[in-house]
């Protein structure tokens, strides 16, 4: 069913694992992430960036979801990621989506208050749930291009869920967004994680920035053609461990771009007399499916979450 994520996120957080949020841009990564899920009977969050937005369409992608759903039959939100704005908000509300995110951690702390709060009262009203974000994930995320981390501090997060009353809360703790997470050895912030649940019991902690950056997969690419070159992802066992912890939704995007490209790329040079893009699209496609199921055994414990 089409559902909003508080039920999810209730029975991730007693059982001490977390729901994949992916990033969505066509059909054939929404049928490889729902195969997966399918298979492994666990709950998903789809998540649409304003990129997404933009080359593909509310309409569009929110369509499709609705098809993924009637076919498999698995409990789907359908998230906008990073929302710039309220205007952005009331058009995917609009196309149907049932969570919504609005980041304003590029705003001074009052401000990310005052805005975070609007979108919050005008989401509740309709029966949409609301994550906010506090703290700045360093690399670049959009147009913003941030140097170093700012780790969320407790003290702020839990004023700031009070006084917004949004329903889960993205922080930083040293993870980033893309394919270069870490130039040396992979750190997160555990002890702020650790304090923010002792501080919130309960409450639902989303991982920004959470892909692995699979090496088999780097590897592939850069064997047919690709130039990726010092790619670092947050290692899995630390993902393991913030999903027994306060983290309920850990977002993965460039894992499902990796996966994607390696199998278009080696399907294209080991087929070099092959056009069909059913048979190339077919390969990136069952590529992330085996990537998702993955996430959901080694990473997030999903696996019989509905
Ligand atoms: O948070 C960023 C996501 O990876 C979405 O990226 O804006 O290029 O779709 P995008
Ligand atoms: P990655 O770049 O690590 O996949 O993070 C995606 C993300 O946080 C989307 O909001
Ligand atoms: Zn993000
Ligand atoms: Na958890």
Do not use: W
């Amino acid at each position: 069913a089409l559902v909003t994520t508080k039920e999810m996120f209730r029975k991730a957080y007693e059982g001490k694992y977390s729901i994949g949020a992916f990033n969505i841009n066509d059909m054939e990564i929404i049928q490889g992430v729902v195969n997966a899920c399918k298979s492994r009977n666990s709950a998903v969050i789809l998540q649409v960036s304003t990129g997404a937005l933009k080359y593909a369409g509310p309409d569009y992608l929110m369509n499709m979801v609705d098809a993924a759903i009637k076919e498999t039959g698995i409990d789907i939100a359908v998230h906008l990621d990073h929302g710039p704005d309220l205007e952005t908000v009331k058009k995917v509300i609009e196309a149907g989506f049932t969570s919504v995110m609005f980041d304003g951690s590029h705003y001074d702390f009052e401000e990310n208050v005052r805005l975070t709060k609007e979108i919050v009262d005008y989401a509740h009203a309709r029966g949409v749930v609301v994550e906010a974000e506090l703290g700045v994930l360093a690399g670049v995320e959009d147009d913003v291009q941030s140097e170093k981390h700012v780790y969320t501090q407790p003290d702020e997060a839990v004023e700031f869920v009070q006084r917004t009353g949004c329903d889960s809360l993205a922080i930083a703790i040293g993870t980033s967004h893309g394919a270069f997470k870490f130039a040396g050895t992979p750190e997160l912030k555990f002890d702020i994680l650790e304090e923010i649940g002792n501080r919130l019991p309960g409450y639902p902690i989303v991982l920004h920035g959470a892909s692995a950056v699979s090496q088999e997969h780097v590897a592939t690419c850069n064997q047919f053609g690709g130039a990726i070159k010092g790619a670092q992802g947050v290692p899995k066992e630390m993902l393991r461990k913030a999903s027994e912890m306060a983290v309920c939704k850990v977002n993965m995007d460039t894992d499902i771009r990796l996966a994607m490209t390696a199998a278009l790329r080696k399907f294209l040079a080991e087929n070099p007399s092959e056009f069909d893009p059913r048979k190339y699209m077919g390969a990136a496609r069952k590529e992330i499916q085996k990537l998702v199921e993955e996430k959901i055994d080694d990473v997030l414990g999903s696996a019989n979450s509905m």
